[in-house]
């Protein structure tokens, strides 16, 4: 009775997974699918720990240790969710994408463990052959595609995540594609090797497998650079699904797997979005260095001209008198803690009559989707959120363009200059509007390390400044317009 009821509770889950999915593809019922998908991971959860027996009946052992571990994880989780500021939140994806890595790694490593632990002390009698020859292979490859892709997953985000918050800085080395590539054909090999293996070296095999690709986790991430980071981040999520995926065949259970498949189709259709963002190949991501180190800097060329710079008062007034403003947010805009200010802003600009629309690039921000869930934490209508294919054609209608904090997705030189490393990525095209104002701390150049011509352009204005202090003094000065 027990093991169907389990079935079913698995069937139930495995619906909450597909159906949280398909709610989080929409900004306005994406709370609701987190939480529809939480409660079916728990119901999984809950109905494995009191209702699954092996096939000699017996139940879970160790339960305090798992309801400790449940206590422990739940607790550290929702402080961690609760205090993180929006501007960390991509460091925390990582950290959280790296810990499911890190678990589906510790999978493999118990089960070899498990499937060799009674084959080590003792050797055929024939041929002096081992034991290790009567290993099941299917279960063994299942083993070391979970060791290979969760340790990957997890040295990789971890380094992403120390990348995101400041703490790594962007390295590569001469010849580092390659000894990257050659590193993972020598994992390859072994993996193979292990698999195949029929003595004791078979356990020397797997750990040299698990530190070598712990070794290509890092050195993965290492070059990549931050305009990059978005794809990395979606593609080590869907790392993490396959790798937990690859669990759900070891154990045979079906909320495991489906759940990871999930999860790694959905990343792997998310990075494939991404790359198309930057009109980027997958392979040129990965081996292309974009947006890191010197590279890039070197190869944005040094723009001739002059930028004029507004004042808050001046801009105040050639924003309530337009009837049509559209503010492009980026990461300045996260960093200030603006975005509720922002939101005052539109909502004084829309007494005046003046209609108020969000650009929303792709990639903006450290991660996908952070510029919508943003500003959907300061109560702006998700209806007024619009991508960047829909927004760009109304550009060339609108009075005045609002740039916070964002500046490679709105760099004309993606499509003027074949030398730029960003060009043939599509853009917010708001040079087409009447007026554009960018809000910037200084002249400092975007994450791709490379200057922005748009800043230089006769129709664009320069408002210096913190984000939230320049948008709260714009807002005042609106307000005392009358």
């Known amino acids: 009775m027990g093991t169907h009821l389990l079935e079913i509770i698995y069937l139930v889950a495995s619906v909450t997974f597909i159906l949280g999915l398909k709610y989080l593809g929409n900004p306005s019922t994406a709370r609701k699918g987190n939480l529809m998908a939480a409660f079916g991971m728990g119901l999984a959860i809950f109905g494995t720990i009191f209702l699954y027996t092996d096939a000699a009946g017996n139940h879970l052992k160790n339960l305090p240790f798992i309801f400790g571990g449940l206590l422990v994880g739940s607790i550290v989780g929702w402080i961690a969710a609760k205090?993180?500021?929006?501007?960390?939140?991509?460091?925390?994806?990582?950290?959280?994408?790296?810990?499911?890595g890190a678990c589906a790694m510790l999978i493999s490593v118990i089960e070899f463990n498990h499937l060799t632990s009674g084959f080590s002390m003792e050797?055929?009698?024939?041929g002096g052959y081992?034991?290790?020859?009567?290993?099941?292979?299917?279960?063994?490859?299942?083993?070391?595609?979970?060791?290979?892709?969760?340790?990957?997953?997890?040295?990789?985000s971890i380094v992403a995540w120390g990348k995101l918050s400041g703490k790594v800085k962007d390295r590569s080395f001469k010849l580092q594609q390659f000894i990257n590539i050659g590193l993972l054909l020598v994992i390859?090999?072994?993996?193979?090797?292990?698999?195949?293996?029929?003595?004791?070296?078979?356990?020397?095999l797997f750990y040299a497998v698990l530190i070598l690709s712990l070794l290509y986790g890092v050195l993965f991430v290492m070059p990549i650079g931050g305009a990059d980071m978005p794809v990395v981040i979606s593609l080590l999520n869907s790392f993490t699904g396959v790798a937990a995926a690859s669990g759900g065949f070891?154990?045979?259970?079906?909320?495991?797997?489906?759940?990871?498949v999930l999860v790694g189709s959905a990343g792997t259709l998310l990075t494939i979005v991404m790359c198309k963002a930057m009109n980027r190949s997958l392979t040129n991501v990965l081996i292309g260095n974009f947006g890191g180190g010197a590279a890039s800097t070197a190869s944005g060329s040094t723009i001739q001209g002059s930028i004029k710079e507004v004042t808050a008062s001046d801009a105040a007034i050639l924003m309530k008198y337009a009837k049509k403003v559209i503010v492009v947010p980026g990461y300045g805009l996260a960093v200030a803690q603006a975005q509720h200010v922002v939101h005052e802003l539109e909502e004084i600009l829309e007494k005046e009559g003046v209609e108020v629309k969000y650009a929303i690039h792709p990639v903006a921000g450290r991660m996908p989707g952070h510029?919508?869930?943003?500003l959907a934490e300061s109560n702006v209508s998700y209806d007024k959120l619009v991508e960047?294919?829909?927004?760009?054609?109304?550009?060339?209608?609108?009075?005045?363009?609002?740039?916070?904090?964002?500046?490679?997705?709105?760099?004309?030189?993606?499509?003027?200059?074949?030398?730029?490393?960003?060009?043939?990525?599509?853009?917010?095209?708001?040079?087409?509007?009447?007026?554009v104002i960018v809000n910037k701390r200084s002249m400092k150049a975007g994450y791709a390390g490379i200057e922005n011509?748009?800043?230089?352009?006769?129709?664009?204005s320069m408002l210096f400044g913190d984000a939230k202090k320049a948008l709260t003094q714009l807002v005042s000065e609106i307000k005392s317009l009358g």
Do not use: H, R, W
Not at 123 to 126: D, I, P, R, V
Not at 253 to 258: A, E, F, T
Not at 394 to 413: I, M, R, Y
């Open 130 to 156: 081992s034991f290790f020859s009567k290993l099941p292979k299917g279960q063994l490859l299942t083993i070391i595609i979970g060791l290979v892709i969760g340790s990957v997953s997890f040295a990789g």
């Open 388 to 435: 960047m294919e829909e927004i760009n054609p109304e550009f060339s209608t609108t009075d005045v363009v609002l740039v916070v904090g964002a500046n490679d997705v709105v760099n004309p030189a993606a499509k003027t200059d074949p030398s730029s490393p960003i060009y043939g990525m599509p853009i917010l095209e708001v040079e087409s509007a009447a007026q």
């Open 83 to 100: 205090k993180v500021q929006m501007t960390a939140m991509p460091e925390m994806v990582s950290l959280f994408n790296g810990m499911g």
């Open 188 to 204: 390859v090999a072994l993996s193979s090797f292990t698999i195949m293996g029929s003595s004791e070296e078979t356990i020397e």
């Open 250 to 260: 070891l154990y045979d259970n079906k909320v495991m797997l489906i759940g990871g």
């Open 371 to 374: 510029m919508n869930v943003l």
């Open 123 to 126: 050797t055929y009698a024939q």
């Open 453 to 460: 011509e748009l800043f230089f352009k006769p129709k664009t």
